[in-house]
């Protein structure tokens, strides 16, 4: 195996990691502050292809792959985790779903503008009363005349407030469980639809967090994405990549937060030494260098088994296990090293310690991670 990045790869970093240091660091603050997703950002991201980072160019996409959609959410998450949230929020859910199971007329009439960054995707699975227990949705869809009518509400949908493409999923069936699920596209402004209250949330406050209100909400036959009763089953393939993206956040977060950590270790001077002199430090920050680059190359394998075309279930969650978890640990030795400025918003390590836990609890909690992992090897020996 060659781990050698290319010389396009090399080049995908440096332009991202540019781009994030130049329009994203200098805003991260207020941006937090305000707990509200920049949409005057959206035409600078879609201009960088970050909108559609995988999907083909004859969509408006970059027609990238795997490995470089994770190398730009690293990169954006190494400078501003919401931002990166939102992005892969945007590029590995809702947008995903429909590249994945729209029918041609679908794809190209919604790729493009999601791809361009002139509507922002939303992806409602979530319900208060099914989280990690997904199979069990209350929201409902009925046959009508030309279309569907949709009832329910969903919780903790990213760009609930923003979206003007939504992919919701509705029970179809009652009678077939998981199987009676299906999914449907419904535009900001249908009639029925109606955004809930914005989420007041611990960290990756730029990324906006909000419910779903459904009532009677008509959506044309057209807008069924994918099969009838088929929508679970898509939402669980649609996880199985979306989780890579979380891993690459959590990995670039990570990374970020090592920086701060070294660079506040270098100029930190206690006893008349840097800190960073210190063996105490010097092991934490050794710890936290090998732990990253080990979540790292977890992510990218798994990314580059999906760019063969695996399956990644498996593959997938140990990638977002591994550096979510990861990313905890080295986001706290962050703060633990800046000591008190670590406390203080004046200082990175405050805003990646906030940040880093949603790693651990979107697109699956860490729980479900190894429950997926045990399930895959003890399948696999029955």
Not at 46 to 63: D, H, V
Request: hydrophobic share 45%.
């Amino acid at each position: 195996m060659d781990f050698r990045p290319t010389d396009e790869q090399r080049l995908l970093r440096q332009s991202v990691r540019e781009f994030a240091e130049t329009e994203l660091a200098p805003h991260r603050m207020a941006w937090d502050e305000a707990q509200g997703f920049p949409l005057s950002l959206l035409p600078r991201l879609g201009g960088l292809g970050l909108m559609g980072i995988q999907f083909p160019e004859r969509y408006g996409g970059a027609g990238l792959d795997a490995v470089d959609y994770c190398i730009c959410i690293e990169e954006l998450a190494r400078v501003d985790p919401s931002i990166a949230l939102s992005v892969a929020a945007h590029n590995g859910l809702s947008s995903a779903h429909v590249h994945l199971f729209g029918t041609d007329a679908q794809r190209a009439r919604w790729l493009p503008p999601l791809a361009a960054g002139r509507r922002l995707g939303a992806w409602a699975l979530t319900e208060s009363g099914a989280g990690s227990d997904a199979g069990s949705l209350r929201t409902s869809a009925r046959r009508v005349d030309g279309g569907w009518r949709l009832n329910g509400s969903k919780t903790f949908t990213t760009h609930a407030t923003l979206a003007e493409t939504f992919v919701v999923m509705a029970v179809t069936d009652a009678t077939k469980g998981a199987h009676g699920i299906s999914a449907f596209i419904v535009e900001r402004g249908a009639p029925g639809l109606t955004p809930g209250r914005k989420e007041n949330k611990l960290g990756m406050r730029a990324s906006d967090t909000a419910g779903l209100s459904l009532d009677d909400c008509f959506v044309p036959a057209d807008q069924l994405l994918g099969a009838a009763g088929h929508g679970f089953i898509d939402a669980m393939r649609v996880l199985d990549a979306g989780r890579i993206g979380i891993a690459a956040l959590a990995v670039g977060l990570a990374q970020g937060a090592w920086e701060a950590a070294r660079r506040h270790a270098v100029g930190r001077e206690q006893f008349g030494h840097p800190i960073a002199s210190f063996q105490a430090i010097q092991f934490k920050l050794a710890d936290m260098a090998t732990s990253i680059e080990a979540a790292r190359w977890l992510t990218y394998r798994a990314a580059w088994l999906k760019d063969g075309g695996a399956a990644t279930t498996r593959e997938s969650a140990m990638a977002k296990l591994l550096a979510s978890e990861t990313a905890v640990r080295v986001a706290e030795e962050g703060v633990q090293i800046h000591g008190g400025y670590g406390f203080v918003k004046d200082y990175p390590a405050e805003k990646f310690f906030r940040d880093v836990k949603l790693t651990t609890i979107g697109e699956g909690t860490s729980e479900i991670q190894r429950l997926i992992i045990a399930r895959q090897y003890l399948d696999a020996a029955s």
